[in-house]
């Protein structure tokens, strides 16, 4: 305590960090790319209905926004996308239209001009990760048929010869794999003779099992070097013409090998029980990069990965002496030159470029302009926490804390939990958290068992388990807040999104220990959202639980289980949302409320799986605050 600081009640603290600064925050910089001293990135802008730019920084420092308004660089393939462009080195841009889903040139400072043809009904032709060579661009592209089907292949779209037409009608791609359900990862290499990829089928999902092949250009013959249904395969970049580097988890981790494109069994080049790569949600990403000394550009660790540079002769990992304490997964490189997404506690996440020799680090933009006081930022302590049946888990805590304010007793918490749900929290530093424990209340950040970032041992924790685990694991993380004495136990929350709404909604079903449930955009009913959900996702409830099955759905989903719910809830909803469909929150609600339990739903025009727009998220969070200040001093 000091002397600035006076008693108020927790959850009432005067805090500079405002809904509208959260709501502008959040670029959600991603997928850098390098070409000597030049360095392009996306940019999603909150302010502008949520659309993705692309970026450029010139070779002497200029930064200039090369894609205006209406202009929409977002690919929905998967639809959660991924890298959505890419540099044709000497002439421009390509990249995905979100509203019609073509690929388009940009060229100059004039208007993109479309390269594929016009689908017969609208966006469903989809591309994405495309890669530029020999005047052709490869990607994977997916087609959604009118009978609601949908396939994907590997195509090879010709550049425009720069002829002065407008390029309306576009040039049909040509196909050179398909028959699988999925692909990702595309890799040629150096003599431009192989593609490398990795692919799978339904049911299983990218960190369940892949296969890494390679096609020979001149004739479509592919063969698969390694992988299978129990093995996920990931990220593959060639080393020379006849061997390939990848990221394996064959033992139990996601570690790095080397293989021949023969067929000769990997070999694993810095054994470790860490994690080397994240999980495949989204198209385009890079956990290493090939340096032009032979060596690689690592990621590595338990939770947040550290950035390194492995030897891949000898073996040896030394990591880089920089400020960052988080990377995320999109690494590229040019000569000794990295490029790469930096984070940390106080450091906003940030484009961040890194002399692999000495060590420099430069940063050349940040997902926030400005930061309030370093006081007012929470600092993540990672924690392990005893679960029920002796299950370790996980998580980040978040005390709150303010230098003009404190509170006496212990103070109200909101147990977060991430979507996915094979996915993970990182310590990296959040407005959002920040606009909470500064107001005084505190965060627990939960990465529950199923979530990536410690193995596969822990991420197959959720294997037929989902709304058992995971829901164990939350309310397990709040009656450890409570026995620790960190957590007034009549005053915790728990708050999620996607799959974390369906832990919050089925957390407050099971249990008392919370005193009030946010969902955003959270599924409460497992049969209609296999019967509505897209196709990447349509077969993941298989793994997550079992097969269809009436009972054993009816004693995990939240609305079977409404009648449980003795708490206040807040549900939010994007109207247009495509992955978790607008009837699951409905449906919810109208439990509740024929049941009388206190309900507020608030939905979203426009908005789909994950609100883009800074009018959504700051008005989204005003009434997250309210709620929880409300079942606070209930």
Request: net charge negative.
């Amino acid at each position: 305590m000091s002397p600035e600081q006076v008693v108020l009640p927790y959850a009432t603290w005067p805090s500079p960090v405002s809904t509208a600064d959260v709501a502008r925050s959040g670029l959600h910089i991603g997928f850098p790319t390098v070409l000597g001293d030049e360095v392009w990135w996306t940019e999603d802008r909150p302010a502008e209905g949520g659309r993705t730019t692309i970026m450029h920084r010139s070779a002497d420092g200029v930064r200039r926004e090369l894609l205006r308004a209406p202009w929409n660089a977002r690919t929905r393939v998967h639809e959660y996308g991924g890298r959505s462009y890419a540099i044709v080195p000497g002439r421009g841009v390509v990249f995905a239209n979100f509203t019609d889903q073509r690929l388009y040139l940009l060229t100059g400072g004039g208007e993109p001009r479309p390269i594929t043809p016009e689908p017969e009904h609208r966006a469903a032709l989809r591309y994405a990760e495309m890669i530029v060579h020999d005047d052709r661009i490869w990607c994977v592209r997916e087609r959604h048929h009118r009978d609601g089907t949908v396939s994907r292949s590997i195509v090879a779209v010709p550049l425009p010869d720069g002829a002065p037409d407008d390029g309306a009608a576009g040039v049909e791609p040509h196909e050179l794999v398909s028959g699988n359900d999925f692909y990702a990862s595309l890799a040629l290499s150096p003599d431009g003779e192989h593609l490398a990829f990795i692919c799978w089928d339904h049911p299983r999902m990218p960190w369940n099992g892949t296969e890494l092949r390679v096609c020979r250009l001149a004739d479509g013959a592919c063969r698969t070097v390694t992988g299978g249904p129990d093995e996920s395969v990931l990220a593959p970049q060639w080393r020379d013409d006849r061997s390939l580097y990848l990221v394996s988890d064959r033992s139990g981790w996601w570690n790095l090998y080397r293989v021949g494109i023969d067929g000769a069994s990997p070999q694993a080049l810095h054994p470790a029980e860490e994690e080397f790569a994240g999980p495949l949600w989204q198209l385009g990403g890079a956990p290493y990069a090939v340096l032009a000394d032979g060596n690689l550009a690592v990621l590595h660790g338990q939770g947040d990965l550290r950035l390194g540079v492995l030897d891949p002769g000898s073996g040896v990992l030394r990591d880089l002496d920089v400020p960052y304490d988080g990377w995320f997964p999109v690494l590229a490189a040019d000569g000794r030159t990295l490029t790469g997404i930096g984070y940390g506690p106080t450091l906003p996440r940030s484009i961040v470029r890194v002399d692999t020799v000495t060590g420099r680090a430069e940063e050349l933009r940040r997902d926030v302009d400005e930061l309030p006081d370093v006081a007012y930022l929470p600092l993540p302590r990672s924690v392990r926490i005893e679960s029920r049946f002796g299950r370790r888990v996980h998580a980040y805590l978040y005390p709150p804390a303010n230098p003009r304010a404190y509170g006496e007793g212990a103070p109200p918490y909101v147990v977060f939990v991430h979507g996915g749900p094979t996915g993970h929290s990182t310590g990296a530093l959040d407005l959002e958290k920040a606009f909470f424990t500064s107001r005084g209340i505190g965060v627990l950040d939960v990465n529950y068992g199923g979530s990536t970032g410690y193995g596969r041992a822990y991420r197959e924790r959720l294997k037929g388990q989902w709304g058992v685990v995971d829901v164990e694991d939350a309310i397990g993380a709040a009656e450890w807040l409570a026995d620790e004495g960190l957590a007034d136990p009549a005053r915790i929350a728990i708050r999620g999104g996607s799959a974390g709404g369906w832990t919050v909604m089925a957390a407050c079903c099971t249990s008392g220990a919370f005193a009030g449930g946010v969902s955003y955009f959270g599924v409460s009913s497992l049969a209609p959202l296999i019967a509505t959900t897209h196709d990447f996702e349509s077969r993941y409830i298989e793994w997550l639980i079992g097969p269809e099955d009436p009972g054993l759905y009816a004693s995990r989903e939240p609305l079977a289980l409404a009648d449980g719910v003795t708490c206040p809830m807040l549900l939010l909803q994007g109207l247009s949302d495509p992955v978790v469909p607008p009837a699951q929150s409905q449906a919810f609600a109208d439990a509740l409320a024929e049941r009388g339990v206190p309900c507020t739903y608030l939905t979203f025009e426009g908005e789909a799986h994950g609100f883009r727009r800074a009018e959504t998220r700051s008005a989204a969070l005003a009434t997250e605050l309210a709620f929880y200040q409300q079942i606070f001093q209930a």
